[in-house]
């Protein structure tokens, strides 16, 4: 008995070769030239401030590490 592919999904069927997104595909991208006017200082940007919780637990895992050297 021979198998036959007919009937069979063609996994290629509907797609044209590269992704939109694929590189070299011709979408451009853009640099904006930034004003040395408008700039804003480093200090002056909006920082991110730690996370509590996480500020918390990295203290007490330092402090459980320097009481368990102690030995």
Same mark, same amino acid.
């Given at each position: 008995?021979? +198998?036959?592919?007919?009937? +069979?999904?063609? =996994?290629?069927?509907? /797609?044209?070769?590269?992704?939109?997104?694929? =590189?070299?595909?011709?979408?451009?991208?853009?640099?904006?030239?930034?004003?040395?006017?408008?700039?804003?200082?480093?200090?002056?940007?909006?920082?991110?401030?730690?996370? =509590?919780?996480?500020? /918390?637990?990295? /203290?007490?895992?330092?402090?459980?590490? /320097?009481?368990?050297?102690?030995?």
């Amino acid at each position: 008995m021979a +198998r036959t592919e007919e009937g +069979r999904d063609d =996994p290629s069927a509907g /797609k044209s070769g590269a992704s939109p997104s694929a =590189p070299g595909t011709g979408v451009k991208s853009h640099t904006v030239d930034a004003d040395p006017d408008t700039r804003i200082p480093a200090e002056e940007l909006p920082q991110a401030s730690p996370v =509590p919780d996480v500020v /918390k637990t990295l /203290k007490e895992d330092r402090s459980k590490e /320097k009481d368990g050297n102690r030995h």
